[in-house]
């Protein structure tokens, strides 16, 4: 089975950066898509960035756009999401995922394996 390890959150002032790792084991799905949901207290979960890890197409959410960068390393099984330019609206859990099939939608359920979150906090 898929496991999921994240690091990196923290608290920043905005306009700072954080780097997000998602490390992964067991990931054996042909045509495999790893992503990052965020989640804000009084708000719904909302898809981040994702990656096909086959084709190494990247994409970004639009409220992301030109700020967050996701990347892999698939000799280090990891995943690493760049973000920079923070804003007070960032603040959130963020969660790494993943899905066996599939990798054009931004749609929580899909996602198979989750990581336990990790915190990310931006003051003004």
């Known amino acids: 089975q898929v496991q999921l390890v994240e690091s990196g959150g923290g608290s920043v002032q905005a306009g700072g950066s954080l780097r997000l790792s998602c490390v992964y084991s067991g990931y054996t799905g042909s045509s495999a898509c790893m992503a990052w949901f965020r989640q804000a207290p009084g708000k719904e979960r909302e898809g981040v960035a994702r990656i096909n890890t086959n084709n190494n197409v990247s994409v970004v959410a639009d409220s992301v756009k030109g700020r967050f960068t996701l990347s892999q390393d698939k000799d280090k099984s990891t995943v690493t999401l760049q973000m920079n330019s923070l804003k007070p609206e960032d603040t959130a859990m963020y969660y790494c995922?993943?899905?066996?099939?599939?990798?054009?939608?931004?749609?929580?359920?899909?996602?198979?394996?989750w990581g336990q979150g990790t915190q990310v906090t931006v003051s003004s």
């Open positions: 995922a993943a899905r066996l099939y599939g990798c054009l939608e931004f749609i929580a359920q899909a996602y198979n394996n």
